[in-house]
């Protein structure tokens, strides 16, 4: 499941690059055609791209809650409930040897 989830998280990235490029040669053609400066162009690319990484911040944080629910459910452990497994039993693991 988790192979899933990476790969398509990288999908996404890669979408996100090339949607990236494709958006530039979208307002370098504007302005081109003169329907828009150089300067609204660069302000509207700025724009999306702004409102484009808070939609990926906002999609990777339900993507990580929804992950959350699923582990909770199956009851697996999450990484920091393992890391404190592993300092109490280091710290019962040194109190014996004494």
């Known amino acids: 499941m988790m192979d899933t989830l990476k790969k398509a998280v990288l999908m996404g990235a890669g979408l ?10 979208f307002f370098d053609e504007m302005v081109k055609k003169g329907e828009l400066t150089e300067k609204e ?18 999609l990777e944080t339900r993507i990580e809650g929804a992950v959350n629910k699923v582990m909770a459910r199956a ?11 592993k300092e109490r039993l280091a ?7 004494q």
């Open 16 to 25: 996100a690059v090339l949607t990236t490029e494709k958006m530039k040669e």
């Open 91 to 97: 710290k019962l693991e040194g109190g014996q040897g």
């Open 41 to 58: 162009a660069r302000e509207a690319f700025n724009e999306w791209r702004e409102k484009s990484r808070q939609a990926k911040k906002d």
């Open 75 to 85: 009851n697996i452990p999450t990484r920091q409930e393992l890391e404190e497994l």
